[in-house]
């Protein structure tokens, strides 16, 4: 269903959780600036993987069942502010059903590589 949405939640730059409504198939950078969730920085190559300021946090659960992120992606992620080891960037998630309540945590601050 391509009108189906997952309730979602980001954690901004201070710490303040905010709920998303994250439309299934579309990908977290898109879910962000949709919910016009004001991020400074975030996503500054519009999800060309071209930068890593869309890097997202993720519990290590929820993290373990996302499909693997491409080499491009982690090239990018190492050049990430803050690098944990279940770091994503967001414009490379694609939402799905099952994805309901999880929790996206945006880290403190940014490198824009570009
Ligand atoms: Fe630049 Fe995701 S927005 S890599």
Redesign the pocket.
């Known amino acids: 269903n391509a009108n189906q949405f997952v309730n979602v939640k980001v954690i901004d730059r201070d710490q303040k959780p905010i709920d998303a409504k994250a439309k299934v198939g579309s990908n977290m ?1 898109d879910v962000i600036l949709d919910n016009k969730i004001d991020i400074d920085g975030f ?12 890097h997202v946090i993720l519990d290590s659960e929820n993290y373990k069942t996302l499909p693997e992120p491409v080499e491009e992606e982690n090239d ?1 992620l190492d050049l990430a502010f803050g690098l944990t080891p279940t770091s994503r ?4 998630i694609i939402v799905e059903p099952r994805m309901k309540d999880w929790v996206f945590v945006v880290p403190k601050d940014v490198n824009d590589q570009r």
């Open positions: 950078l996503g500054a190559c519009e999800g060309t993987l071209a930068c890593s300021t869309c990018m960037l967001a414009c490379q």
